[in-house]
């Protein structure tokens, strides 16, 4: 298959409708926390896992609740008010397709999912529920599909979002994980790779995406990854 690598800045159009699927909570801030903050009115954000195994020295109740309120707060910190958590466990999307599925694709224009070479299985997990979805149910015929980056690194994006103007309202969505920002700092290192995005379009900070439409996601899955499930299940 053939993909344009050449990067493009992206904008979604007013009145379409997106949707930012979140393994964990905080997946969606530092991926793509610009992209919804700058089109807050356009996104609905579905988190899928209960990130209960994100802190070590609370129960589990306890990292629960943690997570669920530093999630609720970076989207409003954002703006978005269409939000829900599947309630998925912590490092088990692979293996939860029937409560992924009951995610409703219909409605979208965009759906933006982590990067399909992620290293973390729950955010490969995502690739792999997604194109069996597209295959299963109804969907827009013009459904695009942008992948963003977590836990990997796109090679050769092929959109940027210029986050300029909302970058600060991102980093603050990021302060919201107190949590997660005492393990690792991933506030330095996201503004880090966000303003190195966007040198090639002398942009100050730019979000990556891989845009495919869902043939192309298909194909992709078909011819290259289609043994990431049963490494997925080996992890």
């Known amino acids: 298959m053939t993909i344009n690598?050449?990067?493009?800045v992206f904008k979604i159009e007013e009145g379409k409708k997106a949707l930012c699927i979140a393994p964990h909570p905080d997946d969606e801030s530092i991926g793509m926390g610009g992209v919804l903050a700058k089109y807050k009115n356009n996104f609905?954000?579905?988190?899928?896992?209960?990130?209960?195994?994100?802190?070590?020295?609370?129960?589990v109740e306890e990292v629960v609740q943690t997570r669920k309120i530093e999630f609720e707060n970076a989207l409003k910190v954002a703006g978005i008010e269409n939000f829900k958590n599947l309630?998925?466990?912590?490092?088990?999307?692979?293996?939860?397709?029937?409560?992924?599925?009951?995610?409703e694709i219909e409605k979208y224009d965009y759906i933006f999912i982590p990067n399909l070479i992620d290293t973390h299985y729950d955010h490969r997990a995502c690739f792999i529920?997604?194109?069996?979805?597209?295959?299963?149910k109804k969907h827009k015929s013009n459904?695009?599909?942008?992948?963003?980056?977590?836990?990997?690194?796109?090679?050769s994006p092929n959109v940027l979002v210029n986050?300029?103007?909302?970058v600060q309202i991102k980093a603050e969505m990021i302060k919201?994980?107190?949590s997660q920002l005492e393990r690792k700092d991933y506030l330095g290192a996201t503004l880090g790779l966000n303003k190195y995005r966007g040198l090639t379009k002398n942009i100050e900070y730019s979000e990556?995406?891989?845009?495919?439409?869902?043939?192309?996601?298909?194909?992709?899955?078909?011819?290259?990854?289609?043994?990431?499930?049963?490494?997925?299940?080996?992890?």
Do not use: P
């Open 176 to 178: 919201c994980y107190k």
């Open 129 to 136: 529920h997604l194109q069996k979805m597209l295959r299963e």
């Open 87 to 103: 309630g998925i466990a912590d490092r088990e999307v692979c293996n939860s397709y029937d409560k992924f599925s009951e995610i």
């Open 143 to 155: 459904l695009k599909i942008l992948f963003y980056e977590v836990w990997g690194t796109l090679t």
């Open 208 to 235: 990556a995406f891989w845009l495919l439409d869902c043939k192309e996601v298909l194909r992709l899955y078909d011819e290259f990854f289609s043994d990431i499930k049963e490494q997925a299940d080996n992890e």
């Open 163 to 166: 986050i300029t103007e909302v």
């Open 44 to 59: 609905d954000v579905i988190c899928l896992t209960d990130g209960a195994k994100g802190i070590k020295n609370l129960n």
């Open 5 to 8: 690598f050449t990067a493009k």
